[in-house]
Nanobody, 115 residues
Framework: QVQLVESGGGLVQHGGSLRLSCAAS????????MGWYRQAPGKQRELVAR???????TYAGSVKGRFTGYRDNAKNAVLLQVNSLHPEDKAVYYC?????????WGKGTLVTVSS
């Protein structure tokens, strides 16, 4: 089992940047698929970025070229660099981990973008 804690959210101006962090506790971190989802008010949770245990990265089309995901297996951490933020990027961003059929979620960190 793994516990996830996000940080790094906040208020940023349109076009600004943030770095979101996710600290994971537990064993076998390197075996997990890690990623980020987000949920905007009144909308369903959606995948933002995913990084496989082998390091393959997948992004939602709406963030490709603006967001970059990293994982540091030595530090049990996942980062999401978010650039060129738009007002529609406003959401709670959740870190998640998947191993076999088990999903784990953090409590989220809020990103607000002012226009």
């Amino acid at each position: 089992q793994v516990q996830l804690v996000e940080s790094g959210g906040g208020l940023v101006q349109h076009g600004g940047s943030l770095r979101l962090s996710c600290a994971a506790s537990g064993s076998s971190f390197s075996l997990y698929t890690m990623g980020w989802y987000r949920q905007a008010p009144g909308k369903q949770r959606e995948l933002v970025a995913r990084i496989s245990s082998g390091g393959k990265r997948t992004y939602a089309g709406s963030v490709k070229g603006r967001f970059t995901g990293y994982r540091d297996n030595a530090k049990n951490a996942v980062l999401l660099q978010v650039n060129s933020l738009h007002p529609e990027d406003k959401a709670v961003y959740y870190c998640y981990a998947r191993l076999q059929a088990n999903d784990y979620w953090g409590k989220g960190t809020l990103v607000t973008v002012s226009s």
